[in-house]
């Protein structure tokens, strides 16, 4: 197991579109177990592989409470195949921005196909907190962020700060 590095925003990496995964390998179990790992320490309930530089489009993501049985999903090409409910606000953050949240909009419910870490097809309705969070990780695979969900005042607002938090961090590195 290996940390990876949480690639932060404003990042040309996190715009990019991921690519359809043709094999589910040991490789690619090593790597989810890895993004996993990298979630889990950051602390974080969704991570997409976009955000560890890698193109593959996977995600992982785990939403249970502090103290509760962990639920780690590992998910191989996902895709949402269908939407319910009435639109909902929440606010999501995302380890690209760190310390930034934002209340954006997203249909409550959603149905997702995906191979899991078997390369076997699956199929789960989620709703609340982990249907937010997957339809967030989900975007990260076609380069979409929360932010470009919200407003132009309040995301230019978040890339400002984004941007001077990287220019004190080059600072210091330097
Ligand atoms: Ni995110």
Sequence with gaps: MALLEIIEAPDPRL???????????????????????????????????PQVGDRRRVIVVDVSRDGETKRPLRMVNPEIVDTAGEP?????????????????????????????????????????????????EIDHLDGVLFVDHIGTVRRNIILRKMKKVKRLKAREAA
């Design 15 to 49: 715009k990019v579109v991921c690519e359809t995964v043709e094999t589910v390998d040991d490789d690619l179990r090593q790597f989810m177990d890895d993004m996993l790992e990298t979630m889990y320490a950051a602390p974080g309930i969704g991570l997409s592989a």
């Design 88 to 136: 909902v606000m929440s606010e999501e953050g995302c380890l690209s921005f760190p310390e930034m949240f934002a209340e954006v909009e997203r249909p409550s419910a959603v149905k997702i196909r995906y191979l899991d870490e078997n390369s076997e097809p699956r199929e789960i309705e989620a709703d609340g907190l982990l249907a937010t969070c997957i339809q967030h």
